[in-house]
């Protein structure tokens, strides 16, 4: 298969600016990986970045996986809840169900007013925070019968991001990797020669429609609450539209590459793709790649099933998001 290029087209783009930079500690780890669980959109990234002439791949040194941290410094909790709300300012909190009903679900109501909801499994579990500063309320349940459910938690909290990324660089339930996932490795090895964003998307982009194949048996089957494993996609190269955008937003998250998972409708059926964040362009919401003819939303579920999917991704009235993570 050919290689396919990526470039950046205006009209597509919504441009965001960053208001401000945040510094980081961190540490390796045996893997060679390094681990934070603070911000990464720093200044170390703006000076490597004039270091290019010195060395042809500088971004290699940019492998950085942020750790989520339940600090308990500042929580909230019922008799069988916990909700860590200790790094709101980094876009996200976690939860922690200790009580013994299988059917529990958590639901967060952004200032959007845009409710998310999720399944909860025991032990901490990250969720973002991605309607940006506000009053946000988290609920949880637990399963009564059927469907019905009775609420064991409500909270409303004042919550103020101090990094904007924060949201689209940390693992969370839907995009769950850490310092060993195998493609976090994997992610390094494709950057390794990249100069900017752009080539590392590049090369990220081409590697999983080169190498992973759709899983129609999973889509026909797949169970509602379902959830991507990483290693496990990685290892059998293939998957339905969901591992495909969690994983090329791993590969990314780990590159400093602040990387939306976004989850809503193509023309009738639900899918998932992705969104990143390129410095001095802003988010650009339908990353586009030229093939030599024509203008594609970087879709890597349609790349890598289709041999003609111009003519429908490229339309960006046929794709709804309805929500983020």
């Keep these: 298969m050919k290689r396919k290029k990526i470039y950046i087209f205006l009209p597509f783009l919504t441009v965001l600016i960053c208001l401000s930079l945040f510094s ?29 002439s010195e060395s042809t791949s500088s971004w290699n040194n940019k492998t950085l996986v942020l750790v989520p941290d339940a600090s308990g410094e500042n929580t909230v909790s019922c008799n069988v809840s916990t909700v860590d709300i200790s790094n709101t300012a980094e876009g996200y909190i976690m939860v922690n169900y200790t009580g013994e009903n299988p059917k529990v679900k958590l639901q967060i109501t952004g200032p959007d007013a845009v409710t998310y909801t ?30 019905q459910y009775s609420t064991t938690l409500s ?72 959830l991507p494993v990483l290693d496990d996609i990685y290892k059998s190269q293939k998957g339905i539209c969901f591992d495909y955008a969690a994983l090329m937003a791993t590969m990314l998250r780990c590159q400093q590459i602040p990387t939306r998972l976004e989850v809503g409708y193509v023309g009738e059926d639900y899918h998932a793709w992705i969104s990143i964040y390129i410095d001095d362009i802003g988010w650009v919401n339908g990353i586009i790649e030229f093939n030599g003819d024509s203008w594609n939303l970087l879709d890597p579920t349609f790349a890598s099933t289709s041999s003609s999917p111009k003519s429908f991704i490229t339309d960006n009235d046929n794709y709804l998001t309805k929500y983020v993570y």
């Design 155 to 226: 909270k409303k909290i004042n919550v103020d991001i101090k990094n904007e990324f924060g949201p689209y660089l940390y693992p969370n339930q839907y995009v769950n990797f850490n310092s060993s996932s195998l493609a976090i490795s994997k992610a390094k090895e494709l950057a390794k020669n990249a100069k900017n964003e752009i080539e590392v998307v590049e090369n990220v982009y081409n590697y999983i429609i080169e190498n992973y194949t759709y899983d129609y048996d999973k889509a026909k089957n797949v169970q509602s609450g379902y």
């Design 118 to 147: 999720y399944d909860l499994h025991g032990e901490y579990e990250v969720f973002p925070l991605t309607a940006e500063s506000g009053k946000y309320t988290v609920e949880v349940f637990e399963n009564i019968t059927g469907t």
């Design 24 to 52: 980081c500690k961190s540490d390796k780890n045996s893997s060679g990986v390094e681990s934070s669980n603070t911000t990464i959109r720093n200044n170390s990234h703006k000076e490597s970045d004039t270091k290019e």
